[in-house]
């Protein structure tokens, strides 16, 4: 039943399947992203919901900055609201029955809107709306994503929920160029009405995979989890399978130990078992992630490009979403390839020069008279969201997947997605009033956060790729393992990561080991957490 081996690991084909299903979630998000920078420049859009000094005469229509801001930025505010219902909401219902629930929350949204006139409040409205299902979405997929990928591919799985961000980012790019010269209200209504089906094809594929074995298990259905957890992995659910019997095992005796100290909301603020250090790591990520200045670029892009004298916008902005979609794929394999902590540092430092030398450009000469500095100024963006897309975007996420305890995982990824969402919508919301008083320099604001951005993954972030989630909660309460020291720690009775991963194939091959792996094997076959040198660190969690 495999599709493929992975350093010599088996990965069913369901994996994948259920990162590209579940990954529709992201979809959402980037299109309705992506909509808004041209549906605020389409002449229909713009007399009916713009002010106008003269009715029907669109030179005279334009936004204020406050109707902008809130047009654009109450999404950002559903969203935050939605991250943190998104928590309790997987918990009860399961992953897959949440996600379900948020789709038909986002298209009562674009109901709302796709169905207003010319009341900007009602589009408004709409987009509040859709953005509690897009928030809840984003707390609900990289979650269920991370509890049901093999170890080995768990950075991949994960990403393809940002790859499809990016992809929905493109398309609605390429959607808004297509109706832009449409007359009357279908210009905009096509855009946005399209958004229902997206949603549709979430909650109608979510519907034939598998629940995360985690939630499975934590409810008491220890054989639907063994078999979940077969099929994610590529063996025959029906076969008694070592492995799935020894990770199944491992997710039982932690759901045991969970359940024996049952966490709140206050249980993320704790001092121990670095709960309060995780908490605040993830919400400084996540608001690290959207002080990159990415979404300067995606809700404004059509304006910013206008202002430095591109005659169709439009384009630009389906280049650089190209640009951002294309670099994803290579942020696939970088997270694989270097592991967590690398790719965020050296992303946030290529971040910052390109940001640089973007602000430096538009600070130093006006773009709109001197064609040479808006050309520099549109590869700068462009060699940002290089590495943006192949680094912090993805990482990110996946980050938010794989640092906390199962026990909290749901909590702490809500309150981490809704600092996301908190500081999305303050830039949405802020950046006309700060463009307007200091416009390209605003560049110089965004290029620091990346170089800050780099450095609290030095100093605080742990190395998390190639070991399970139960490893990861272990690491952080090792007491000898510091941030810059991770890469090379192992859970005990492994020498290193790369011993784990042969101690799976072995176990996948049913074949012995020699020397002292035989000793790590028979370690590995006890619950993690709960027996022999996992209790010191299992205890503090």
């Not at 674009?110 to 207003?116: D, E, F, L, N």
């Not at 609605?172 to 946005?192: E, K, L, P």
């Not at 121990?272 to 790591?281: A, F, H, I, V």
Request: aromatic share 12%; hydrophobic share 45%.
């Amino acid at each position: 039943m495999a599709l493929f081996y992975m350093q010599g690991v088996p990965i069913g084909w369901v994996s994948v399947m259920l990162a590209i299903v579940a990954s529709m979630g992201g979809f959402i998000f980037g299109y309705d992203t992506g909509q808004i920078s041209d549906i605020l420049l389409m002449p229909d859009f713009k007399q009916r919901f713009a002010q106008c000094a003269t009715p029907g005469d669109i030179s005279t229509c334009n936004y204020s900055n406050v109707r902008e801001g809130l047009i654009v930025g109450l999404l950002s505010i559903g969203t935050l609201i939605g991250a943190l219902i998104g928590a309790p909401t997987a918990d009860f219902f399961g992953r897959r029955r949440a996600m379900q629930i948020e789709c038909l929350v986002f298209v009562v949204g674009v109901i709302i809107q796709i169905t207003a006139v010319d009341s900007w409040v009602q589009i408004a409205v709409g987009r509040l709306i859709s953005g509690f299902g897009v928030g809840a979405l984003s707390a609900a997929v990289p979650m269920y994503q991370a509890e049901t990928a093999p170890p080995q591919i768990r950075g991949s799985m994960t990403a393809t929920y940002q790859l499809f961000i990016t992809f929905g980012i493109l398309v609605a790019y390429c959607i808004s160029i297509g109706t832009r010269n449409m007359s009357g209200r279908g210009s905009w209504q096509t855009v946005i009405g399209i958004g229902i089906i997206w949603p549709a094809i979430l909650a109608g594929g979510i519907q034939f995979m598998p629940e995360s074995p985690r939630w499975l298990a934590a409810h008491g259905h220890v054989e639907k989890a063994e078999r979940a957890l077969a099929l994610c992995r590529g063996v025959d659910p029906n076969a008694d399978d070592y492995v799935i019997r020894k990770e199944v095992e491992e997710i039982r005796a932690a759901v045991e130990f969970e359940k024996n100290t049952r966490a709140g909301w206050l249980d993320c603020f704790r001092p121990s078992g670095k709960m309060l250090y995780r908490t605040l790591l993830g919400m400084s990520l996540q608001s690290l992630q959207q002080l990159t200045g990415a979404n300067y670029f995606f809700y404004y892009g059509a304006t910013i490009f206008q202002s430095v004298g591109i005659s169709d916008s439009y384009v630009t902005q389906i280049i650089l979403g190209a640009v951002n979609f294309g670099c994803t794929f290579l942020g696939l394999y970088v997270m694989e390839r270097f592991g967590r902590r690398i790719p965020l540092i050296v992303g946030g430092v290529w971040q910052s020069v390109w940001l640089f030398v973007f602000a430096a450009a538009g600070t130093a000469a006006d773009p709109q008279t001197n064609p040479g500095i808006g050309k520099l100024m549109i590869v700068s963006a462009c060699l940002f969201i290089l590495g943006y897309a192949s680094t912090w975007a993805p990482g990110i996420w996946i980050l938010i997947g794989e640092t906390f305890p199962t026990r909290t995982r749901a909590k702490q990824g809500a309150l981490a997605t809704a600092s996301n969402w908190l500081w999305n919508f303050l830039l949405a919301f802020f950046t006309p009033f700060i463009v307007a008083n200091i416009n390209f320099q605003y560049g110089f604001i965004f290029a620091s956060c990346n170089l800050l951005g780099a450095v609290v993954v030095f100093f605080f972030l742990y190395e998390s790729s190639d070991i399970s989630l139960e490893a990861v909660n272990m690491m952080y309460n090792d007491p000898a393992c510091k941030p810059w020291t991770s890469r090379s720690w192992a859970p005990p009775g492994y020498s290193n990561r790369h011993d784990l991963i042969e101690q799976t194939r072995a176990a996948e091959q049913h074949k012995p080991l020699a020397g002292a792996h035989a000793e790590h094997l028979e370690k590995a076959g006890e619950p993690s957490g709960l027996n022999g040198g996992h209790t010191e660190y299992a205890t503090k969690a």
